[in-house]
């Protein structure tokens, strides 16, 4: 690596862990993870999107400095035994190892997928069901929705429904539940004619009946936990983690959410209680995490559904927590979750999926 990429996968102290995780963001399709130095430069710790998930699922603050999540003992090789990195990381089951001085200041990373042709497999989903809600307008997309359903909107050259799709196939899973309404004609057409190695079971909608409620109608009984997710939201995470995750924490319902941070455009006033002026913040950023649409929900939650009523997931969230049952959630990143709900987070899904745009 260069100087510059080596600072990519650096970060300094002090560093608090949405700040690690937005770090990360920006180098996840080459390594999960970021080396922490100190003031002087020299190796002190490691942290991962895993250490930093399993810290919010604890309840930990996103505002606490990393020294409280990251591993203090990180694995590292002194520059002149670059020769045993490969086998180091393969035995250790790290994806990236530090070079460094006698000082243990980072002078190169070396990367395991860089030295070594041994890709990580996924886990196998095969036989889990995936229900697609895709009955909805669109209204957000108009006019391209008044051509094209919102499923079949491309990006790239592709459906963002197929790419979703797409991501399941890479774990085994071979059938689909499809809900839908608006153009449910085109939809249908589209996967005829693409003929895909995996089934798509259309579930039609005779009347709008939300995100929740065209469940009900799907007339196969399931066995295990499912997965359920909106049609035009890319998530960019391990999928066999989230429903191994969910099976894991007993959840009846897991609701998978990306961090979004919001700068707030004007410089924030504190005052106190006579409204004197305590201290100015210029532009703070807020951290919230939000809801990306995709669920995993045992079989017996669909029982909670009402019969041919509009009926939203969030109502079967709620539904589910006042009967006593157990919502959790997943966390991932905020790069994770790629929304094409609006004409600039369609752009945005673009340059991070690295499509060139020919809208200009």
């Known amino acids: 690596m260069n100087r510059e990429?080596?600072?990519?996968?650096?970060?300094?102290?002090?560093l608090n862990v949405v700040e690690a995780m937005n770090r990360i963001d920006k180098h996840a399709s080459s390594g999960d993870l970021l080396f922490i130095v100190d003031g002087k430069g020299s190796l002190i710790g490691c942290i991962t999107d895993g250490d930093i998930r399993r810290w919010i699922l604890k309840g930990g603050e996103l505002?606490?400095?990393?020294?409280?999540?990251?591993?203090?003992?990180?694995?590292?090789?002194?520059?002149?035994?670059?020769?045993?990195?490969?086998?180091?990381?393969?035995?250790?089951?790290?994806?990236?190892i530090p070079l460094v001085d006698e000082d243990k200041r980072i002078l190169d990373i070396v990367l395991l997928r860089e030295v070594s042709k041994v890709q990580k497999e996924k886990k196998s989903l095969k036989g889990v069901p995936v229900v697609i809600m895709a009955g909805g307008k669109g209204t957000r997309l108009y006019p391209y929705t008044k051509i094209l359903p919102k499923p079949l909107i491309p990006i790239g050259d592709t459906p963002i429904v197929e790419r979703i799709i797409d991501c399941y196939v890479e774990y085994g899973i071979a059938r689909y539940f499809m809900t839908v309404n608006y153009k449910k004609g085109m939809m249908r057409s589209y996967f005829n004619d693409l003929a895909p190695d995996y089934e798509v079971v259309f579930v039609e909608e005779n009347k709008p009946l939300g995100t929740g409620g065209s469940i009900?109608?799907?007339?196969?009984?399931?066995?295990?936990?499912?997965?359920?997710?909106n049609c035009d939201a890319l998530i960019r995470a391990d999928y066999a983690d989230i429903y191994e995750h969910h099976v894991k924490a007993g959840n009846d319902i897991t609701m998978v959410s990306a961090l979004k941070n919001i700068t707030v455009p004007y410089g924030v006033t504190h005052s106190g209680e006579q409204g004197e002026l305590l201290a100015m913040e210029e532009k703070p950023k807020l951290s919230y995490f939000i809801n990306t649409?995709?669920?995993?929900?045992?079989?017996?939650?669909i029982e909670l559904i009402p019969d041919d009523t509009m009926f939203h997931m969030t109502h079967l969230v709620e539904k589910v927590m006042a009967n006593g049952g157990k919502v959790g959630t997943y966390p991932i990143s905020e790069d994770s979750f790629l929304d094409m709900g609006e004409f600039e987070e369609m752009k945005r899904m673009e340059q991070k999926l690295n499509i060139i745009s020919e809208k200009g």
């Open 5 to 14: 990429q080596v600072r990519e996968f650096t970060g300094k102290l002090p």
């Open 216 to 229: 009900k109608l799907i007339e196969e009984k399931f066995d295990c936990p499912l997965f359920v997710t």
């Open 293 to 301: 649409g995709m669920y995993v929900i045992n079989p017996e939650t």
């Open 63 to 96: 505002s606490a400095s990393v020294e409280k999540v990251m591993h203090k003992k990180p694995v590292y090789l002194h520059e002149d035994e670059r020769y045993k990195a490969k086998s180091v990381m393969l035995d250790k089951v790290i994806t990236a």
